[in-house]
């Protein structure tokens, strides 16, 4: 009777360490996607292309796991302490894989090579983690319920890292701090591990309980460079951007607002979108063209341009009677309206009672709405990805029109004509495609060059010669006659319809932009 009892009581103690270690199977699988995808993230930041980047680190990540997967054959002995410190190893790499590359990259280390070399390090010893924990739990039940257990939990691992990642994660802590929080689980699954798992000898388990403080370590170490990530994240972008004003990691993107020479910058994803020193000259060429074009302004929708700064120059115009600006990204306006050196440069534009700030995605906003402007104007960042390549299409354009009233006037920025020429023909391709008349100008903008734009109506229209009705700084009379003049290495050449089917603008913006990066 006694001895069933300790049975039982043997059997329950290894059925909950059974459980306990199919938790592990989770964390591992949940923590090695965060990997994955935070190293893509960190990769598209700082080298543009997320496309390229995300199925470049997934293919060779992928590949890595395979590899890890083969090479645990090879481990004859002492499994229990190999799966240990392959934890361990996987909590300093991947945990401190971010701000490594990020450092890496600011101070000119061989980029690429450092890339892939983490996404394999990484992708071996994540790869290695499973197989080797289920030849530990292969003696505690059948072949078959270990298979289905294990791969169930980490699916579902896999589901979380996912969710995780883009929901709370990111947005909440950025990329460097989410690595390292994903390296305090690996190696606190490996310090829990050197209780669960037992010794298959004396030696065994007696190196088992010495891994014990390397652990320890590790959490303190890893910690030390949580609490330090930061810092240690503005000094690498402090070395490429100059003195920082503000940073913040937001669902969609990096936003540095940086002090250069005494001007101001604000960097998406480390791309500049303005300079203090001549954002006057992109955002006056961007506006007033465009307002002059239309019969009469009263009701104007900006999508983007969420620094309020375009929004500055609509309402220099009197008869604006509302703006509704669409931005997809909340930290952004926040930013414009909130921060002192932004709002006194936008002149507290989206604090003004007229404008409606809205953020949500452009497209779906609009697809949804029912409202009438006589002015739309789209201020969206270049499309150096799919998501916003969205917003140079047939479709987009098609819904635009449909809200922009019979007399109204529609305005984007299409690129530099100069430096991404199919691209800016690309631009002025699409929206033609979807019945609008457009005429093609450019400014010069000293930050970014020869740059282009577009006003487009429903029925041909001159080009706007003369804008007396608000004050400039940088166009009259004779500098709006020289907007439409194209020199010859701007002038048209052939180029693709961008649609959501074919996205062909993205390919083409990044090819032609690389040349100059």
């Not at 983690?129 to 505690?140: C, H």
């Amino acid at each position: 009777m006694f001895g069933r009892a300790e049975t039982n009581a043997g059997a329950g103690r290894n059925t909950a360490r059974s459980s306990a270690l199919f938790g592990i199977v989770l964390v591992i699988a949940t923590a090695g996607l965060i990997y994955e995808l935070a190293i893509a993230a960190v990769a598209s930041y700082l080298l543009g292309d997320t496309v390229t980047q995300f199925s470049l680190v997934i293919g060779v990540y992928l590949s890595a796991l395979g590899l890890g997967a083969y090479l645990s054959r090879y481990v004859d002995r002492d499994v229990t302490i190999t799966f240990v410190r392959v934890e361990f190893a996987t909590a300093l790499i991947g945990g401190l894989s971010v701000i490594g590359l990020e450092l890496g990259f600011s101070f000119g280390a061989p980029f690429r090579v450092l890339l892939l070399l983490t996404v394999l390090v990484v992708g071996v010893l994540v790869g290695l983690e499973l197989p080797l924990l289920m030849r530990i739990l292969e003696q505690r039940m059948t072949f078959r319920d270990l298979i289905a257990r294990a791969l169930g939990f980490d699916y579902i691992g896999a589901l979380l890292g996912s969710l995780g990642f883009s929901l709370w994660l990111l947005p909440q802590f950025g990329l460097a701090q989410t690595a390292l929080i994903c390296g305090l689980l690996n190696v606190s699954v490996g310090l829990v591990s050197t209780w669960l798992l037992v010794g298959q000898t004396p030696e065994e388990s007696r190196s088992l309980r010495g891994l014990r403080w390397l652990g320890l370590v590790l959490i303190a170490g890893l910690g030390t460079v949580l609490w330090m990530a930061e810092p240690l994240t503005r000094l690498g972008e402090r070395q490429i951007f100059g003195d920082i004003v503000h940073a913040v990691q937001s669902p969609y993107q990096r936003i540095l607002v940086t002090n250069r020479k005494g001007n101001l910058n604000l960097f998406l994803n480390g791309r500049l979108q303005f300079s203090s020193s001549d954002e006057v000259r992109y955002h006056e060429a961007l506006v007033h063209p465009v307002l002059a074009a239309a019969t009469q302004a009263r009701h104007v929708f900006v999508g983007g341009g969420g620094d309020g700064l375009a929004v500055r120059e609509i309402l220099k115009w009197k008869t604006v009677e509302s703006v509704t600006l669409v931005d997809i990204d909340s930290a952004i306006t926040r930013l414009a309206s909130t921060q002192s050196q932004l709002v006194r440069l936008n002149r507290q534009s989206l604090l003004d009672k007229r404008v409606h700030v809205v953020n949500a995605d452009a497209m779906i906003y609009l697809a949804s709405a029912n409202d009438i402007y006589d002015v739309i104007l789209l201020d969206f960042p270049d499309p150096t990805q799919l998501a916003l390549g969205k917003l140079y299409t047939t479709q987009f354009y098609a819904i635009v029109r449909n809200h922009l009233s019979p007399a109204g006037a529609l305005g984007v920025q299409c690129t530099s004509p100069l430096l991404t020429r199919q691209s800016f023909w690309s631009i002025i391709s699409t929206l033609e495609a979807v019945g609008l008349k457009v005429i093609p100008y450019r400014a010069f903008v000293p930050s970014f060059g020869d740059w282009g734009f577009a006003v487009a109506r429903r029925e041909s229209f001159e080009f706007p010669r003369n804008v007396t009705l608000v004050p400039m700084a940088t166009l009259d009379r004779d500098t709006l006659r020289e907007l439409t003049v194209m020199p010859i290495d701007t002038q048209r050449i052939p180029a693709r319809v961008n649609s959501l089917n074919n996205q062909a603008l993205v390919a083409v913006y990044l090819k032609e932009s690389a040349r100059f990066e």
